[in-house]
């Protein structure tokens, strides 16, 4: 690639955001450069006395139809699309009085803000930018003759050349500025496109984009042979994407990944009636606990198993305390994540550098609507969120013997944590606690068995004189196809089962369950996640 360098005599202006462009406009102007701009942005310019020139008396036209038609004009477009060595193309724009744009500086309405504040459907149409897409792909289309530049971040990239190559910028920099454009325009039609969808409500259109804009590159991805990237999508769910790292070191992959899942699980919490905690290792909840304080609650999930925590993420619904940080800091953890945190728990945290904590400020909503995407060979799968939560069910007492409120309560906490461990899922919980989880294994009775051993490890461990299942409840994400799987929990103690039903075998399963005395609820609900 000949590294030809492009000097830039005239530039177009136009922004929404204006952070940082007068200092960038007055810098043009010391490398000698023409300024031509729109609206309240040339307003803004020649308010700090520079000189600009209005992109009507390019044109010939003013302004109209409430700003809609500006620089959708042959002039403007002439000027960033003529190729610069095409002898054809100089005398058209000789012929018709069009001047080169060297440069254009646009970013966009703002159409993702305005439809996260919750604007009305006509400010939100009012705020899809027309003229700023048709600029910034005629300028990244002619890279090889115009910069184009879509957001602050990158002004001085732009001085910086002009300053070295004698008011020129090189090709690298324009080919990096062109597809860092389109990328730009094209996450900005996808939102667009995502809005128009969920407005229509047409839960499958004919095209489906997804676009989000760089938060981190990673070191690598799930494997250190992978490579790896974090991108922040204009839904502004509270979670890992939006969350304030306070210290600890670079968050990766996996790390991503992990607290994910966890932050999406206690959000099932809710923190007005009561104090909870979730540990997650590989993706998966390894101990979930509610209490009266959230250092009580931690204690009660690690108890669960006190061996998968290690190197794992923690989650807490409330203002991580310092009681509860010093807990937590007594063995090794990886990410700490809750809505904010005390001086003190931060300052206990502090101690432990490599140790991240991340403050989301508030916890996302698990009754929210949304879209979850995920990739297949040659294709797209897109769902919408499994946003089912259990109080909302109505539950369907299925055996001779009903549950008791002791055990209900158990239940339902139970199913919460179910729906968000890998299927096939079995959970055994007591006590608003899981004391057993079973996860990701392709039979449910596998999940069934490997819950109650890890039960009766963790109670050889604590030197128990059984394992906490016994008397416990449990939860199964799916039906029990047989009932292999409910006579494992039966064996290990469980009184009580939750489950969606819907079985052809519902009627072996049942009378499994009344033959042992258990009590059995449907809730109609299957929380697969795979």
Not at 34 to 52: D, F, M, R, Y
Not at 119 to 145: F, L
């Amino acid at each position: 690639m000949t590294d030809h360098p492009r000097r830039v005599t005239r530039a177009l202006l136009s922004v929404s955001d204006k952070t940082g462009l007068i200092e960038f406009a007055r810098a043009l102007v010391g490398h000698g450069v023409e300024l031509v701009s729109t609206g309240g942005t040339a307003k803004a310019i020649a308010a700090a006395g520079l000189k600009v020139r209005d992109v009507s008396e390019l044109t010939g036209f003013p302004e109209m139809m409430d700003g809609r038609v500006k620089t959708l004009h042959p002039k403007v477009h002439g000027g960033l699309l003529a190729i610069r060595d095409n002898t054809e193309h100089a005398q058209a724009m000789k012929a018709h009085g069009i001047a080169p744009i060297d440069l254009l500086v646009v970013n966009l309405y703002p159409f993702e803000a305005t439809v996260d504040k919750g604007a009305a459907y006509e400010e939100c149409i009012e705020n899809i930018d027309i003229g700023g897409p048709a600029m910034i792909r005629a300028a990244a289309k002619n890279h090889d003759d115009v910069a184009v530049v879509v957001e602050a971040q990158d002004y001085q990239a732009v001085l910086d050349e002009l300053a070295a190559n004698a008011g020129s910028t090189t090709l690298s920099l324009r080919r990096r500025l062109a597809a860092k454009a389109y990328a730009r325009t094209a996450a900005y039609d996808a939102a667009i496109s995502n809005w128009f969808a969920l407005q229509l409500k047409t839960d499958a259109p004919d095209y489906r984009a997804f676009g989000g804009r760089l938060i981190q590159a990673l070191r690598y991805g799930e494997n250190p042979h992978q490579t790896a990237a974090f991108y922040r999508t204009p839904d502004k769910r509270p979670g890992v994407a939006t969350a304030r790292q306070l210290q600890g070191k670079e968050l990766s992959y996996n790390n991503i990944n992990d607290t994910d899942a966890a932050y999406e699980c206690i959000a099932e919490f809710d923190p007005a009636r009561t104090a909870a905690c979730v540990i997650v290792k590989h993706a998966n909840p390894c101990g979930v606990a509610e209490g009266a304080d959230l250092g009580t609650a931690y204690r009660k999930a690690f108890a669960c198993d006190t061996q998968s925590p290690y190197g794992g993420i923690i989650a807490v619904n409330r203002t991580l305390d310092a009681d509860t940080a010093r807990v937590i800091t007594e063995i090794l953890t990886e990410v700490i994540i809750a809505p904010d945190a005390t001086e003190e728990a931060i300052a206990i945290i502090a101690k432990r550098r490599n140790l991240r904590l991340l403050l989301a400020g508030s916890l996302p909503d698990p009754r929210a609507s949304g879209l979850t995407a995920k990739t297949v060979a040659g294709g797209l799968l897109v769902q919408s969120r499994d946003n089912a939560v259990v109080d909302d069910i109505a539950l369907k007492t299925v055996t001779r013997r009903a549950p008791t409120d002791a055990e209900l309560r158990d239940l339902k906490f139970a199913f919460r944590v179910a729906k968000h461990v890998k299927s096939n899922t079995i959970v055994y919980a007591k006590d608003l606690a899981t004391v057993g989880i079973g996860a990701g294994q392709m039979s449910r009775v596998d999940s069934s068995r490997i819950a109650a051993r890890k039960a009766q490890d963790a109670a050889a461990e604590a030197k128990l004189a059984q394992p906490m299942t016994v008397g416990s409840v449990v939860a199964s994400d799916a039906f029990f196809p047989f009932a292999d799987g409910l006579l494992v929990a039966i064996e290990a103690g469980a009184t009580a089962v939750i489950q969606p039903g819907g079985s052809i075998r519902d009627d072996e399963v049942i009378k499994a369950a009344d033959d042992a005395g258990i009590a059995m609820v449907f809730t109609g609900v299957r929380h697969f996640r795979h």
